[in-house]
């Protein structure tokens, strides 16, 4: 059964520098996300994606932030200078014809 | 409360017994979907009830939608220890392109 699949699963890095978290969506949607789960905390939408642009993104997607399909296959979220508010996380998301968002297993960052 | 409140926010039953859990939303929407996470781990998509729709089955998972009160539940029938998860509704207001709105989630633990 194909699966949303995210690298890596774990990032450590300092306050400052910058980290890309990369999703390979299922192969047959149009849709992309990412949210992100604070711990302990809901799970937030950050953007949406379709058609290579931003379709939609929340308050918390700011300058630090942003998003590309660089080639047929991979999505990427790149945050320029972390925070330790950034520490969390990142689930990237591809929805199918019927309306399902399939998540990938996340990656757990963690900002020192 | 907010869009996607789930209750009770922790359920403890024992192994053969059925779990129901409650979510209730605040503003109109085009499907409701129910996901799975076990601790630490991803986001396990269960499944997705339209708003034209009043129950849907899937294995021992069976969902209803009432959209007069605005409310979903999921019963998961002859729970098993491997159940033991938190559970989340997220609501999709347009069902095109759009965002999911998590709820905080229920933590059902399952006592063999």
């Known amino acids: 059964e194909p699966e949303v699949t995210q690298t890596p699963s774990h990032q450590v890095t300092q306050m400052g520098q910058e980290v890309i978290l990369r999703c390979v969506p299922i192969?047959?949607?149009?849709?992309f996300y990412w949210y992100r789960q604070i711990l302990g905390q809901k799970v937030e939408f950050l953007v949406s994606?379709?058609?290579?642009?931003?379709?939609?993104k929340s308050e918390i997607f700011d300058d630090q932030f942003s998003v590309e399909r660089p080639d047929g296959s991979n999505f990427t979220l790149k945050i320029r200078s972390t925070k330790l508010e950034d520490s969390a996380m990142y689930f990237c998301a591809s929805r199918g014809a019927l309306g399902a968002q399939y998540f990938g297993p996340g990656t757990r960052l963690l900002v020192l | 409360s907010q869009q996607g409140e789930e209750d009770p926010q922790a359920l403890s039953i024992q192994e053969g017994e059925n779990a129901t859990m409650n979510c209730s939303y605040k503003t109109s929407i085009n499907n409701l979907q129910w996901y799975r996470q076990n601790s630490g781990r991803g986001l396990v998509h269960l499944i997705l009830i339209r708003s034209n729709e009043r129950e849907k089955h899937s294995g021992r998972l069976r969902v209803t939608l009432d959209t007069s009160k605005k409310s979903s539940s999921l019963l998961i029938t002859a729970s098993r220890a491997a159940d033991t998860a938190s559970y989340f509704c997220a609501t999709d207001p347009t069902g095109a392109n759009s965002k999911l709105t998590f709820g905080k989630g229920i933590t059902l633990s399952v006592r063999p």
């Open positions: 192969s047959n949607h149009l849709y």
């Open positions: 994606f379709y058609n290579n642009e931003i379709s939609e």
